[in-house]
């Protein structure tokens, strides 16, 4: 069956329950339950989610990847790369604390950051994103599914903008090839070792990833934004304590759960 278009007014209702959610930290069932979601409009329910931040004061600090790896595919039982949106409201500087309270059932993933030093035109064709980036860093995201116990569909994960719920950058270096280094994370007394092989076999190739679904999905990508080119390895539970990653060559990151 093909799901038929949504209006503005049932984008918004459905942006709504998962704004709220965030902010109640709360959990909801799938939206999948209630209506049949294209994924254009999944996007476009992300696109609602996000301006509610934007409303309120906040801006856009980057975007993201999700599903580069086949453990996090695996993980989650979906098959394509998603795309959602880093506002600064979820950024924590490195070494800083995180109040767990602000979340649902969080989880935190190893990530590779890149940082973008210029604008990309989406219609030039000819654009090459890999020019355009400067920097890149080990990074950590905390991710927050809206759903309850992390159930959800391939187009209910993009509308809950890919679970984005915080990221902490580690220190950033001068771009260099990161495309078979050894990750290693540990929070909440649990380790998960890897390497940034896992993400689309080189992290470099998420950046072209983005950009493709950044051309379809009209997903802004500027100067300064920052890039998470998604995890390496499936995600842990964060419980309080420091969390920490490291990675073979860029140096480490860490955040302190609290509770
Ligand atoms: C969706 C977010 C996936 C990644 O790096 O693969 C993601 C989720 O797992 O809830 O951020
Ligand atoms: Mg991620």
Not at 41 to 67: C, N, P, T, W
Not at 143 to 172: E, K
Not at 174 to 199: K, M, N, P, W, Y
Request: hydrophobic share 45%; charged share 25%; with cysteine.
């Amino acid at each position: 069956m093909v799901a038929k278009t949504l209006t503005s007014n049932e984008i918004d209702i459905l942006a709504g329950r998962l704004h709220n959610a965030r902010v109640e930290v709360l959990d909801i069932p799938s939206l999948a339950d209630d209506v049949e979601i294209h994924i254009d409009d999944a996007y476009r329910i992300q696109e609602a989610l996000v301006s509610r931040y934007l409303d309120r004061g906040h801006a856009i600090a980057g975007v993201k990847l999700g599903f580069t790896s086949k453990a996090k595919m695996a993980q989650m039982g979906v098959s394509d790369v998603i795309v959602g949106r880093l506002v600064d409201a979820m950024r924590v500087d490195d070494g800083d604390r995180l109040e767990l309270q602000r979340f649902i059932h969080p989880k935190i993933e190893p990530e590779i950051a890149y940082r973008l030093s210029r604008d990309i035109d989406l219609d030039d064709t000819t654009a090459d994103i890999e020019s355009c980036v400067d920097a890149v860093a080990p990074a950590m995201e905390i991710i927050d599914s809206r759903y309850r116990d992390f159930r959800f569909t391939y187009t209910d994960v993009v509308a809950d903008n890919t679970s984005a719920a915080a990221y902490v950058i580690g220190p950033w270096q001068s771009l260099r090839t990161v495309g078979d280094l050894s990750v290693r994370l540990e929070a909440g007394g649990q380790a998960v070792e890897g390497s940034t092989a896992a993400i689309l076999d080189d992290p470099v190739n998420a950046l072209h990833a983005l950009l493709d679904v950044s051309r379809r999905r009209r997903i802004p990508l500027r100067a300064g934004h920052v890039i998470l080119a998604g995890a390496a390895t499936a995600a842990i539970p964060l419980t309080a304590g420091v969390a920490r990653c490291e990675i073979e060559g860029l140096g480490s990151v860490t955040v302190e759960a609290v509770s």
